[in-house]
């Protein structure tokens, strides 16, 4: 035996709702804007960004520069690097600086 179900007029709003939803958004572009570095060396970006936070001062300007064109994966890759080669955490170095 089958059961009836009952489907509510704001069920099937909130069901074509998301309907509409999923066909905008499958034209999307699911990619960020930044696209890889060509020539990415995570060791170089990892220096530039000590070298921008050491001593008096902040070199904003260089943070930016490297940290604003990099991909999520590509910043990851510093903040590794960053750890291994002055055994220090990029994110908190950051955050006391700016």
């Given at each position: 035996q089958g059961l009836l179900t009952f489907t509510s007029p704001a069920q099937l709003c909130a069901s074509e709702r998301e309907k509409k939803r999923k066909k905008l958004t499958a034209k999307m572009p699911t990619q960020g804007t930044?696209?890889?570095t060509k020539g990415f060396n995570a060791e170089q970006d990892a220096e530039?960004?000590?070298t921008a936070m050491k001593g008096i001062g902040t070199d904003e300007k260089a943070i930016?520069?490297?940290?604003?064109?990099r991909t999520a994966k590509e910043r990851a890759q510093i903040a590794t690097t960053f750890k291994t080669m002055f055994g220090k955490d990029?994110?908190?170095?950051?955050?006391?600086?700016?």
């Open positions: 930044i696209n890889p530039k960004l000590r930016i520069e490297v940290l604003g064109h990029l994110e908190k170095e950051l955050k006391s600086e700016l």
